[in-house]
T-cell receptor, first 113, second 115 residues
Framework: GEDVEQSLFLSVREGDSSVINCTYTDSSSTYLYWYKQEPGAGLQLLTYIFSNMDMKQDQRLTVLLNKKDKHLSLRIADTQTGDSAIYFCAESNPTSGTYKYIFGTGTRLKVLA | GAGVSQTPSNKVTEKGKYVELRCDPISGHTALYWYRQSLGQGPEFLIYFQGTGAADDSGLPNDRFFAVRPEGSVSTLKIQRTERGDSAVYLC?????????????FGPGTRLTVL
């Protein structure tokens, strides 16, 4: 079945770049998303990428997609303490007849001042 | 409203009791989703609605779980004979199907604790 995996933890210094990685198994995935979850808060959509794209940039965020390896990454430039949170990648495949998202287990990013 | 809202924000109940969790989607969104997030895990899909009907309920864990959306807007997730293993944050999301991105917008969740 579909599966999405992420590393559990990442620690970076303020001002450095963060790279959060995600691998997925469903080669039919059409859309891939990155969400941010802060303590006690809901999921906030950060960005998304279509499967026919290799890269998408949105201000400090850069998403890279390697379809061959089924690998997705999120790069945060100039990481700030406010970026400390859990980051989830998610994939969906509406062509399969359902619009559900499959989420990874989340990567906890800790930004050190 | 401006975003997805969920009530209550916290619910504590005893094993064996019945609970209802409510979700108010973004106005005009045709699709509504329920997910469950256990501690340290990502959200897991439960069910989604297109309008009033459940289009995919493959994620409901068993027949103690049921959800309705009678008028195509507000939805209620109902759990009968609650068990301690049902303790989790229940997330609701909505989206406007038919758009190119089909992005789901999430509410803050209801934290359910079964004692």
């Amino acid at each position: 079945g579909e599966d999405v995996e992420q590393s559990l933890f990442l620690s970076v210094r303020e001002g450095d770049s963060s790279v959060i990685n995600c691998t997925y198994t469903d080669s039919s995935s059409t859309y891939l998303y990155w969400y941010k979850q802060e303590p006690g808060a809901g999921l906030q959509l950060l960005t998304y990428i279509f499967s026919n794209m290799d890269m998408k940039q949105d201000q400090r965020l850069t998403v890279l997609l390697n379809k061959k390896d089924k690998h997705l990454s999120l790069r945060i430039a100039d990481t700030q303490t406010g970026d400390s949170a859990i980051y989830f990648c998610a994939e969906s495949n509406p062509t399969s007849g359902t619009y559900k998202y499959i989420f990874g287990t989340g990567t906890r990013l800790k930004v050190l001042a | 409203g401006a975003g997805v809202s969920q009530t209550p924000s916290n619910k504590v109940t005893e094993k064996g009791k019945y609970v209802e969790l409510r979700c108010d989607p973004i106005s005009g969104h045709t699709a509504l989703y329920w997910y469950r997030q256990s501690l340290g895990q990502g959200p897991e899909f439960l069910i989604y609605f297109q309008g009033t009907g459940a289009a995919d309920d493959s994620g409901l864990p068993n027949d103690r779980f049921f959800a309705v959306r009678p008028e195509g807007s507000v939805s209620t997730l109902k759990i009968q004979r609650t068990e301690r293993g049902d303790s989790a944050v229940y997330l609701c999301a909505s989206s406007q199907l038919g758009t190119s991105t089909d992005t789901q917008y999430f509410g803050p969740g209801t934290r359910l604790t079964v004692l």
